[in-house]
């Protein structure tokens, strides 16, 4: 159980150009889902913490009018990245906490597999 | 403010020896402490956590990873490394206070299994 799934894995897109990227939470209902940025070689980079139904908590510095986040329902969550530029190339991984009955499971984030975005 | 600290960049170690990857951390109150490892252009995979209990816990694929609140570590280990065991580690830490749920992210080691 607990499978993450995002869609696409990878894509190229010109600059100026919108992508949407989606999560989804394949076996378990996700209250909150996670939308990380990875760089080669380092560490995940939190950009943004999506409540389903609320609007999304961005961490300082995301623009939050660049990187639109929706959490519509308990297995989808989706980032946009809006008039992309070369320099938001990067690896997004988005990750999910489920919330089991009355008992919110609030100790384990379950990872996607990562989008691959490379901007033109 | 939480901070997870993994001071290897890079750990080599020879088939069938014993592995460890290090694990400090700095966090208010009683911590929850995680393992992830990825794979090249993969996300991260759970293997293991502590949120209270026995201060040895273990996880996927034969690992294991052991709570010190003396030394603040939470140190990966494993009996016996497989080449297939090669892959960037996370360690990762999170307060248990406030409904925020906000993870760190220690840098990653590199784990090379050398047949």
């Known amino acids: 159980g607990a499978v993450v799934s995002q869609h696409p894995s990878w894509v190229i897109c010109k600059s100026g150009t919108s992508v949407k990227i989606e999560c989804r939470s394949l076996?378990?209902?996700?209250?909150?889902m996670f939308w990380y940025r990875q760089f080669p070689k380092q560490s995940l980079m939190l950009m943004a913490t999506?409540?389903?139904?609320?609007?999304?908590?961005?961490e300082q510095g995301v623009e939050k009018d660049k990187f639109l986040i929706n959490h519509a329902s308990l297995t989808l969550s989706t980032l946009t990245v809006t008039s992309a530029h070369p320099e938001d190339s990067s690896f997004y991984i988005c990750?999910?906490?489920?919330?089991?009955?009355?008992?919110?499971?609030?100790?384990?984030?379950?990872f996607g597999p990562g989008t691959r975005l490379t901007v033109l | 403010a939480q901070s997870v600290a993994q001071p290897e960049d890079q750990v080599n170690v020879a088939e069938g020896n014993p592995l460890t990857v290090k694990c400090t951390y700095s966090?208010?109150?009683?911590?929850?402490l995680f393992w992830y490892v990825q794979y090249p252009n993969r996300g991260l995979q759970f293997l293991l956590k502590?949120?209270?209990?026995?201060?040895l816990v273990k996880g996927s694929y034969g690992f294991e990873a052991e709570f010190n609140k003396s030394q603040t570590s939470f140190h990966l280990k494993k009996p016996s490394a497989l080449v297939s065991d090669s892959a960037l580690y996370f360690c990762?830490?999170?307060?248990?206070?406030?409904?925020?749920?906000?993870?760190?992210f220690g840098t990653g080691t590199k784990l090379q299994v050398i047949p």
């Open positions: 076996d378990f209902q996700a209250t909150t």
């Open positions: 990762a830490v999170r307060s248990p206070s406030g409904g925020y749920q906000k993870v760190t």
């Open positions: 990750s999910a906490s489920h919330t089991s009955g009355s008992l919110i499971s609030t100790d384990t984030q379950y």
């Open positions: 999506s409540n389903e139904g609320s609007k999304a908590t961005y």
């Open positions: 966090v208010s109150g009683n911590p929850y």
């Open positions: 502590y949120i209270t209990g026995d201060n």
